[in-house]
């Protein structure tokens, strides 16, 4: 039979606080490798170490713990989970070159302005808006 952990043993093997350990049993991450002992204390099997690595790794790659979830479901099912994985990390991809898109657009508007920046604009313009350089009179 093999040892079973204790919760802090987990947590600090991990590197994760107890209390996200717990969220991530009690959102049903880490079944199977759950147990409870007579006294309802957390008893996990071995596995839940390379599970709960899988998930860091996951999360720092921008999966959300849904994603992540429904991976592992396959995963639980007995299926290798590398396809539905891709299909994440591409459209994760994908959405990051969108926000460098818009990141660029923004970066020029923003150098636009700072090009004309008045730090003393004429009078007429002040009475009309907050600050005249951001705001078109």
């Excluded at 999360?59 to 849904?66: M, R, V």
């Excluded at 592992?72 to 590398?82: E, F, I, R, S, T």
């Excluded at 969108?98 to 007429?124: K, M, V, Y």
Aim: proline share 4%.
């Amino acid at each position: 039979m093999t040892k079973l952990l204790k919760i802090g043993e987990v947590a600090e093997t991990s590197g994760l606080p107890v209390k996200t350990i717990r969220y991530y049993e009690e959102i049903g991450l880490l079944i199977p490798t759950v147990q409870r002992s007579e006294a309802q204390y957390r008893l996990f099997q071995a596995e839940v170490l390379n599970r709960l690595a899988f998930i860091k790794r996951a999360q720092a790659l921008g999966l959300n713990l849904k994603e992540i979830q429904q991976i592992l479901a396959v995963h639980d099912h007995g299926k290798l989970p590398c396809g539905d994985i891709k299909q994440h990390l591409e459209a994760k991809v994908a959405d990051i070159s969108h926000q460098i898109d818009a990141l660029t657009t923004l970066r020029a508007e923003l150098q636009g302005i700072l090009s004309g920046w008045q730090d003393q604009p004429p009078a007429d313009r002040i009475q009309q808006t907050i600050c005249p350089n951001i705001q078109k009179v």
